[in-house]
């Protein structure tokens, strides 16, 4: 067999006697069907599609280290899944290979409540865990739209950012270790609890963000973030988006250690959620922008002053058309709620071809501006009929993450053809990642040329060929498509 991690390595189907075997050793084996296909053969707005015809579902660390060891010596491709929420295809097993999906694997193994640290297996779901380690007085650090529905360790596996990274950052720094099991069914128990530990390689690192291509994340440690004793949001409509940086300079500059988020969208993001999602607009009138900010403290009056102290500035500099304060527990939900709903609302609206990138503040909106004129210049948007029907962006505009959407008509074909790799080739030259926190997932790979080294690729490609030789993790994504 083909063990070059080339990314055309093909291999062997799933066969009776593998189906056997899975089932012996007591893990649940369930064969596709249509009512199942959408559920695990699609992804969450319909772009990827799978094949496999295998779903396993194990129960512990164990059982995943017997269905890795048995794949490896057969060739067997495996294709981990946890929520199946991710918009890369990264979880999507369109080669037919085994989804080994960890759902089952739900259990909270620890909360130490002194030192703030949870251990929790995979399969637990970002809200519950949430909601669990509230008790205790504390928080997950890391916070999304799909929150519901994601899964610890498909967030660790996707080193997913999230709406609270200006104050939480990133899992790099929050996770403090991880039980793995390899490719050949090893168990890498790195699950340490400890904050500070110098002792060698930072192991566990190499598995976030790696997508499943190195192993199967089963459990984690993260550490808690203190649970808010005083929260608020404010809800900012501006006329553009210079004006945006300049709010959010003097956001740093005055709500400094209590501002959690500061999210930003574009007047056409705010219409599809009102008209797709149903839900009332934050403000009263129409903007051309609007930018959310959190704050989370723990003395409610000292947060209320600064917040009032930096709106009236905002207000006296004439950087905004209106404000909207929220305090209410209720109405700061409905209000994230608008926020976090965007995707959804954009998926509804049409065919959604979402990009996502680091890229400098500087050179966000003129992302925006470039791709509408590209796609006018191609004959593809700006027509009643266009194949294009809507072009937006927004985004974490504290850490640099935009969301670029291109909304068509179907997937594919002109549209596609127009974008890539323009659009990668663009965000390259000005500074950008073609990855922020979606992952490279399937096709992305074939891009990481414009924002990573052929030396930082060959490294990359190396750790693969040297934990992965048989290539039977997630093939034909991530680093492979490079």
Not at 9 to 36: A, C, M
């Amino acid at each position: 067999m083909d063990s070059t991690n080339t990314g055309t390595t093909r291999n062997i189907p799933v066969s009776s006697e593998d189906i056997e075997y899975f089932s012996s050793v007591g893990i649940k084996v369930v064969h596709t069907s249509d009512e199942l296909e959408a559920k695990y053969n699609v992804d969450v707005f319909g772009k990827y599609h799978g094949h496999s015809q295998t779903i396993l579902f194990p129960k512990s660390t164990e059982q995943v280290s017997q269905v890795l060891a048995h794949c490896n010596k057969r060739g067997v491709g495996v294709v981990t899944q946890g929520g199946n929420s991710g918009t890369a295809g990264g979880a999507i097993a369109d080669r037919g290979e085994v989804i080994l999906c960890l759902r089952d694997m739900n259990n909270v193994r620890e909360v130490d409540e002194i030192s703030g640290v949870l251990v929790a297996e995979s399969g637990c779901i970002l809200e519950d865990l949430d909601n669990h380690v509230q008790q205790f007085g504390y928080i997950v650090p890391v916070d999304l739209g799909a929150k519901k529905k994601c899964m610890i360790g498909g967030n660790v596996s996707t080193n997913a950012g999230g709406l609270r990274y200006l104050r939480y950052g990133s899992l790099h720094g929050n996770v403090l270790g991880l039980e793995v099991v390899l490719p050949d069914g090893r168990i890498l128990d790195s699950l340490f609890t400890l904050k500070k530990d110098a002792s060698g390689y930072d192991v566990k690192q190499l598995f976030i963000g790696a997508e499943g291509t190195l192993g199967v994340v089963t459990a984690v440690a993260i550490s808690l973030a203190p649970k808010p004793r005083s929260s608020q949001l404010a809800v900012l409509g501006l006329q553009d988006f210079s004006k945006i940086q300049r709010a959010f300079v003097l956001a740093r500059q005055n709500l400094g250690e209590i501002i959690s988020a500061f999210e930003f969208w574009e007047k056409r993001c705010n219409e599809l959620v009102v008209e797709y999602e149903k839900y009332d607009s934050p403000l009263n009138g129409p903007h051309e922008f609007y930018v959310l900010i959190e704050t989370r403290g723990s003395f409610q009056r000292h947060d209320v002053e600064k917040m009032d102290a930096f709106l009236e500035c905002l207000h006296s500099g004439s950087i905004i058309e209106e404000a909207k304060i929220f305090r209410d527990a209720e109405e700061m939900e409905k209000t994230w709620l608008f926020r976090s709903q965007m995707a959804e609302a954009h998926g509804k609206s049409g065919c959604m071809n979402v990009y996502d990138f680091s890229l400098p503040s500087k050179h966000q909106h003129q992302l925006l501006v470039a791709v509408k004129d590209h796609l006018a210049d191609c004959g593809v948007y700006g027509q009643p009929n266009s194949p294009v029907k809507d072009v937006t962006i927004f985004g974490h505009i504290g850490d640099d993450n935009i969301h670029l959407q291109v909304i068509a008509r179907e997937f594919g074909g002109v549209v596609e053809e127009a974008m890539e790799p323009w659009v990668y080739e663009w965000v390259g030259s000005h500074s950008g990642s073609v990855a922020a926190e979606h992952g490279l997932g399937m096709h992305k790979g074939e891009f990481l040329r414009y924002s990573k080294s052929p030396i930082v690729i060959g490294a990359m490609k190396s750790i693969k060929q040297m934990l992965d030789p048989n290539n039977i993790m997630n093939p034909g994504k991530h680093i492979s498509r490079a």
